[in-house]
């Protein structure tokens, strides 16, 4: 086994467990409140399924990721099951009755969320992984086993400390939360239609960064093909730059920004933003009829017009008071999310008279 090959699956591993805390919350939520035995087998059954599932969605991640309305929905379905694990908190506790149906639906409950919860997940691990899907599966698979162990540990502290029970909610909550504003539909909508951007992350789909050790000519002095899309601020004493792209590349202003880069290092990160910003062709798998359609899902990066058209109107303090709204909507769930009322049971009728 070779440096390389471990620093990868490490890389893996930590990306995993790192980005897959707010999962482990909601494992431990869904499943806090079974008997042990039944709590440990409600968490690795469904655990495992979601994995089954992560393995295969990240294997096709850079297309899934660019179906319209994904995240949104992900979202929706995040503040569905944060709702409705509040709701389960106010029921009775699980009894030997109730356990075997408790268990089935814990298990349902951890497959939605996880699968929701990983998108951004699964496109991280996919670049990590290189395309390797014995190195995918062997990084998932460990950093998986440490975040169902985490699991057990956070269901046995919401036992014993209910309020950790609220943050978890509210943990899942945000999360939701920030899946629904980053959604690139929805961030289209306010940008093509209102000039405006509420959300930081919106800029990603605007804007790429590269960070060159050395630029030797300043924005007047770049070329009409680089002059518009093209910005940079030279780094401190020893430091690299940072260059940023607006919208996609073509070959014309890769090949202009190559001919002024003086190391190898330099050039190798320019072929990393022509990668990153370049123009996508739809798969020829896709009918002929829907290629319009789908042609925008596949390109990165926006045109550079969304960029300047946002210039002075930047209102992120919009995304917080977004976050806040969420989080207090499921919160108070418990409160308004009744039981519908049961039906009473019809009167018996008189005995007819002789």
Same mark, same amino acid.
């Given at each position: ?31 806090? %409140? ?12 469904? +655990? ?59 298990? %349902? ?58 943050? +978890? ?18 961030? +289209? /909508? ?30 007047? %002095? ?51 933003? /022509? ?80």
């Amino acid at each position: 086994m070779t440096l390389q090959l471990i620093f990868s699956i490490l890389q893996i591993i930590l990306i995993d467990v790192v980005l897959s805390g707010d999962n482990a919350v909601v494992i431990a939520m869904a499943a806090h %409140k079974l008997p042990e035995h039944q709590r440990n087998r409600a968490i690795w059954w469904g +655990g495992g399924i979601a994995i089954v599932m992560r393995i295969g969605f990240t294997m096709i991640m850079s297309f899934l990721l660019m179906v319209p309305t994904l995240r949104l929905f992900g979202g929706l379905l995040l503040i569905w099951i944060a709702c409705k694990l509040l709701r389960s908190e106010s029921e009775e506790d699980v009894t030997a009755d109730n356990a075997g149906r408790s268990t089935i639906a814990a298990i %349902k409950m951890i497959f939605l969320a996880d699968f929701a919860m990983s998108l951004d997940n699964m496109l991280a691990v996919a670049g990590a992984s290189h395309g390797d899907w014995k190195l995918l599966l062997g990084g998932l698979l460990i950093s998986i086993a440490i975040i169902m162990t985490c699991s057990t540990l956070i269901a046995q502290l919401m036992n014993r400390y209910h309020w950790i029970v609220t943050l +978890g909610a509210a943990i899942l909550a945000f999360t939701a939360a920030e899946m629904m504003l980053g959604d690139r539909e929805v961030a +289209g /909508y306010f940008v093509r239609h209102h000039q405006i951007s509420l959300d930081h992350r919106w800029e990603g789909y605007m804007v790429t960064h590269a960070h060159p050790a050395k630029f030797p000519e300043d924005a007047s %002095k770049l070329p009409p093909e680089l002059k518009e899309v093209l910005d940079y601020k030279p780094g401190a004493a020893n430091q690299p730059g940072t260059m940023t792209f607006i919208g996609q590349m073509n070959l014309a202003q890769r090949d202009a920004l190559l001919d002024r880069m003086m190391s190898e290092p330099d050039k190798a990160q320019i072929h990393e933003l /022509y990668e990153a910003t370049r123009n996508r062709d739809v798969p020829t798998w896709v009918p002929a009829g829907w290629r319009t359609t789908v042609d925008s899902w596949f390109q990165l990066k926006w045109p550079a017009e969304h960029w300047r058209g946002i210039e002075g109107h930047r209102h992120h303090y919009v995304a917080w008071i977004f976050y806040a709204l969420v989080i207090a909507f499921c919160l108070t769930s418990p409160r308004w999310w009744k039981h519908a009322p049961k039906a009473s049971p019809s009167e018996p009728s008189p005995p007819a008279q002789s």
